[in-house]
Each structure stands twice: as C-alpha cells, then as structure tokens.
C-alpha cells in the first residue's frame, strides 16, 4: 500500500537553529499538507500545498515556516529559527484530488524537540 | 477557529464489547466529518468518513453516526479488539473546503482481555 514518508523519525534541534523536515508523498498525490501536534494536544492544520504554490495556511504558519517541494518527489517543512514551543509531532499528508477520505494520507510523523 | 470536541478523555472496554466514542463539532455548516485511528508512534488513519446529508454509514465493523441537530458525531465499534486501542479522532472540514481538516481532542480506547 502506498506510504507517505517522512525523516528524521526524531529530529532534537537548539533554540534558534533552523530545521527542515522532509516528506515523500505518494507518488500521484497531487495535494500536500503539514499539519502538527503538540504532545497531548490536537492534530493542527498548518498549510496546504498545490501546483507549487501554498494554497492556505493557519495562523500558526508565520513568517518562521516556509515549504518547498524542491523536486518531484520531496515536500519540505522548513523552521527558521525555532522556538521552545515548536516541538511537537508534525505531520505531512497527501492526497491525489485534494479531497478527504482514504485517499487524504498521512505519514507518520517526525517527532521535533527543541532545546 | 472551528471547534471539534470530544467527551471522554479515555474509554475502557472488555475485549469483545461495542465502543462509542463520542464527538461534538461547533459549525453547523461543515459538510463533511471524518474518524481517525491514531496508534503510539504514526500518523492518523483513515476510518470512516460521511457526509452532513447522511445520517448513518457503515464500515467493517464501524459505524458513524451524525446527529446534526444537536452537533454531535459518533463511532461504533463492534466487537472491539485488541488490536483497537488507539486514540481516536473527529475532524471536520469547513464548508466548501475539503483542504484541511478541524481535528478534535482525541479518545484514548483502552480495550482490555
């Protein structure tokens, strides 16, 4: 069955750094979101992604975030400059139609700590 | 922003009881509600999903129920497994938007042997 997949499974980072968290959607997926979760929290919407171009994102998704989808396979979460209160699970999801359902996946997450 | 909750932090079952997680959403304009299966270390999975102009579907041993009078969205779960616990979400989507989805605060379903 096909997978999203996303690296580092852990990513431990120091206040300030910059982190770029990496996803591979499934292949035909044409649609691509980050959401997050802080621990013990709700699952967040962060972004969405479509034809090379962020097509909405949340208040959460301040000028600190930006994504990329550098080439044909890759999408990318990029945090400038993180903050305490940046760590928490993200997740990356795709879908193929831009729609819900068993076609809207998502990856299993990397886990971001920062100290 | 939307608001999807849920009422029970944690719910215990007997191994081969029916479960019923509970939901309640805030728009009543949101046209579409999903169930999401959260196990320890990955992503949320795919339940079962329907439509505000339903108000009953039925999957492999679930079943969702939405009551849009009084906001609130349930799951059935027969014959409740091990293999079950997990934690479980809601989610919603805003009108005419199926981009993102409104997660609520999760039930953690402890099945017991």
């Known amino acids: 069955e096909p997978e999203v997949t996303q690296t580092p499974s852990h990513q431990v980072t120091q206040m300030g750094q910059e982190v770029i968290l990496r996803c591979v959607p499934i292949?035909?997926?044409?649609?691509f979101y980050w959401y997050r979760q802080i621990l013990g929290q709700k699952v967040e919407f962060l972004v969405s992604f479509y034809n090379n171009e962020i097509s909405e994102k949340s208040e959460i998704f301040d000028d600190q975030f930006s994504v990329e989808r550098p080439d044909g396979s890759n999408f990318t979460l990029k945090i400038r400059s993180t903050k305490l209160e940046d760590s928490a699970m993200y997740f990356c999801a795709s879908s193929q139609l831009g729609q819900g359902g068993e076609g809207y996946t998502f990856g299993s997450g990397t886990r971001l700590t920062v100290v | 922003g939307e608001s999807v909750g849920l009422h029970l932090p944690t719910l215990s079952v007997q191994e081969g009881d029916n479960s019923i997680i509970n939901c309640a959403y805030s728009?009543?304009?949101?046209?579409?509600f999903i169930w999401y299966k959260q196990e320890s270390g990955k992503g949320p999975q795919f339940i079962i999903d329907i439509r505000s102009n339903m108000d009953k579907r039925q999957g492999q041993r679930v079943t969702v129920l939405l009551n849009k009078t009084v906001k609130h969205l349930s799951l059935q779960i027969a014959a409740t497994q091990p293999g079950d616990s997990a934690v479980y979400f809601c989610?919603?989507?805003?009108?005419?938007?199926?981009?993102?989805?409104?997660f609520g605060s999760g039930t953690k379903l402890n099945v017991k042997p």
């Open positions: 292949s035909n997926h044409l649609y």
């Open positions: 989610a919603e989507t805003p009108p005419y938007n199926f981009n993102k989805f409104y």
């Open positions: 728009n009543s304009a949101s046209d579409y």
